[in-house]
């Protein structure tokens, strides 16, 4: 069946792509821990980079059959970001949530302007996040011991990457979650 065969391709591209950020990650962590990773910022439309957040996600939403919501305000000025970088770092977030949340779930992807500020919310109805955990999430490597993640595929790099890309602009990541709920991540980072 076309239908069929289709899916097919975009979930094999989807993952040769995932496949493709996991080596950058893991060259990116090598040099995170000489110390040497770095960002280049250029002047980047948001409403693009967005875009691609969400079309690199989008087959993995499918899959799962995922309620995926996307929020983003009329408007949006440029940022001075590693587009790549916030790209991947999001794409990371976005992917977490996806393979936390049962099929059939619920994922939002909030964007808004906050002053200076540019906020990226992932928001999910997933399996959440352990309170004695969320303090160690960003740690390279890590994986919670909720019998549950076992057999869910993961390195435990892809929230160390993303903590120190968003670290790296200047920026910060909050986490609220509560288990068996959900989690949500704010990414907060400075436009220029």
Known sequence: D???HKNFCNIINSEATRLARLVDSLLDIKQ??????????????????????????RPLM???Q??????????????SVDKDKIVAALVNLLGNAAKYTND??????????VGSSIHFHVEDSGIGIREDEIGRIFEQ???SSDPRVRDIPGNGIGLAYT???VELHGGQILIQSEVDRGTLFTVQLPMQ
Do not use: W, Y
């Not at 995922?66 to 940022?79: A, H, Q, R």
């Open 2 to 4: 076309v239908e069929d």
């Open 32 to 57: 995170i821990e000489a110390g040497s990773l770095s960002i280049s910022r250029h002047e980047t439309d948001l409403m693009r980079l967005i875009e691609e957040v969400c079309e690199n996600v």
């Open 62 to 64: 499918e899959q799962k």
């Open 66 to 79: 995922l309620n995926f919501d996307v929020v983003i305000p009329p408007k949006l000025s440029k940022v």
């Open 104 to 113: 059939g779930g619920d994922i939002q992807f909030r964007v808004e302007q």
């Open 141 to 143: 490597f890590f994986r």
């Open 163 to 165: 903590n120190e890309v």
